[in-house]
């Protein structure tokens, strides 16, 4: 079975930083490309960030550029993102998910919810 | 990238269906066959629906259908059910190698 766990996730004050983990198992991490989406509190889904398979390739939503960083450790089947500089405008719940066919995303995890604040 | 554009709400009765409309540019929805679908739960994570504008994955019911004409993607959901209440979400590959979801859609069983 398809797991995604995120971790990471909490209070951080306005210009801090945080490091999200999302760890997965049941199928082999290094094959597919792994996504963050994120969803503010009642508003809909915005995507942050993809990575290919190896990590060689990167891109980000232009909210999040040049603030953000998105990493994989296949060695330990875990996907992370870095968030520096962090603004109120963060604050939502940041999913992992895995991506299969051409741009669809299969497999969520349950989310982690990050609030920048004072 | 701006958000694509769904209707707020839709509604419908148990047996009835329903059409879900996601407006797009020729830079997104137009221009490629990669819109998903995706049906969310209050307090849950997204489930996808639909893949590649028409496509259901194993397991999702032959009641959700998509397709796509111009920039306009859309899913309609045929013998509504109760359980098909939840929130809905289309997303599109856009130019740059990024995605794009859209607006969303709530979707009430009267």
């Known amino acids: ?118 | 990238q701006s958000a694509l554009t769904q209707p707020a709400s839709v509604s419908g009765s148990p047996g009835q269906s329903v059409t879900i409309s996601c407006t797009g540019t020729s830079s997104d929805v137009g221009g490629y066959n990669y819109v998903s679908w995706y049906q969310q739960h209050p307090g849950k994570a997204p489930k996808l629906m639909i893949y590649e504008v028409s496509n259901r994955p194993s397991g999702v019911s032959n009641r959700f259908s998509g397709s796509k004409s111009g920039n306009t993607a859309s899913l309609t959901i045929s013998g509504l059910q109760g359980e098909d209440e939840a929130d809905y979400y289309c997303s599109s590959y856009a130019s740059s190698s990024s995605n794009v979801f859209g607006t969303g859609t709530k979707v009430t069983v009267l």
């Open chain 1, 1 to 118: 079975e398809v797991q995604l766990v995120e971790s990471g996730g909490g209070l951080v004050q306005p210009g801090g930083s945080l490091r999200l983990s999302c760890a997965a198992s049941g199928f082999t991490f290094s094959s597919y490309w792994m996504h963050w989406v994120r969803q503010a509190p009642g508003k809909g889904l915005v995507w942050v960030s993809h990575i290919n398979t190896d990590g060689s390739s990167t891109n980000y939503a232009d909210s999040v550029k040049g603030r953000f960083t998105i990493s994989r450790d296949n060695a330990k089947n875990t996907l992370y993102l870095q968030m520096n500089s962090l603004r109120a405008e963060d604050t939502a719940v940041y999913y992992c998910a895995r991506g299969r066919y051409y741009n669809a995303f299969d497999s969520w995890g349950q989310g982690t919810l990050v609030t920048v604040s004072s």
